[in-house]
T-cell receptor, first 111, second 112 residues
Framework: SQQGEEDPQALSIQEGENATMNCSYKTSINNLQWYRQNSGRGLVHLILIRSNEREKHSGRLRVTLDTSKKSSSLLITASRAADTASYFCATGSGGSYIPTFGRGTSLIVHP | AAGVIQSPRHLIKEKRETATLKCYPIPRHDTVYWYQQGPGQDPQFLISFYEKMQSDKGSIPDRFSAQQFSDYHSELNMSSLELGDSALYFC???????????FGPGTRLLVL
């Protein structure tokens, strides 16, 4: 069964706006990662947040993790057309290093 | 910096044919993972190898097999192909078992 569920499934914004994507999961996790995938291409790792962390920043990216609500959010500030991609969250749990991916959010940033 | 290399990038096969996908990990990476991503779907883990031994097994069909060679490259062998095998197949690599994997560009397989 799927671990991560992204919300919304699709997001369309204008360049310069902020984009927020959410991920909910079902079981306890050790870490949560966010990946970006440009259309039909490889996955690019964006950021990893561990279960004992609440917030993490990387450039224009801000990730939060709320383990009590079993959810995470990815905020992209001042979006650019080049941010157009699908964004996946992936959880790691137990002793496994295999991430379990959610369905992804398709983000379109209009120039 | 060198990335994960996958070949071929595109492959078209007929039903019941076989296909072999290759993955060359980042130099010095000893762990390789295979994922399958169907159209509009999330990546699903298939199988992984560490130091040439199978380490984890996911939703890999019995018709598929894989191995990791002495130079750490890996091959995914797919037999009796079905229409539903049409997907993007990703390989990822890492140095040991760590949370962050580095993904290749993928091989797009189309089964007709």
């Amino acid at each position: 069964s799927q671990q991560g569920e992204e919300d919304p499934q699709a997001l369309s914004i204008q360049e310069g706006e902020n984009a927020t994507m959410n991920c909910s999961y079902k079981t306890s996790i050790n870490n949560l990662q966010w990946y970006r995938q440009n259309s039909g291409r490889g996955l690019v790792h964006l950021i990893l947040i561990r279960s004992n962390e609440r917030e993490k920043h990387s450039g224009r990216l801000r990730v939060t993790l709320d383990t009590s609500k079993k959810s995470s959010s990815l905020l992209i500030t001042a979006s650019r057309a080049a941010d157009t991609a699908s964004y996946f969250c992936a959880t790691g749990s137990g002793g496994s290093y295999i991430p379990t991916f959610g369905r992804g959010t398709s983000l379109i940033v209009h120039p | 910096a060198a990335g994960v290399i996958q070949s071929p990038r595109h492959l078209i096969k007929e039903k019941r044919e076989t296909a072999t996908l290759k993955c060359y990990p980042i130099p010095r990476h000893d762990t390789v993972y295979w994922y399958q991503q169907g159209p509009g779907q999330d990546p699903q883990f298939l199988i992984s190898f560490y130091e040439k031994m199978q380490s984890d097994k996911g939703s890999i069909p019995d018709r598929f097999s894989a191995q990791q060679f002495s130079d750490y490259h890996s091959e995914l062998n797919m037999s009796s192909l079905e229409l539903g095998d049409s997907a993007l197949y990703f390989c990822a690599s890492s140095l040991g078992f760590v949370e962050t994997q580095y993904f290749g560009p993928g091989t797009r397989l189309l089964v007709l």
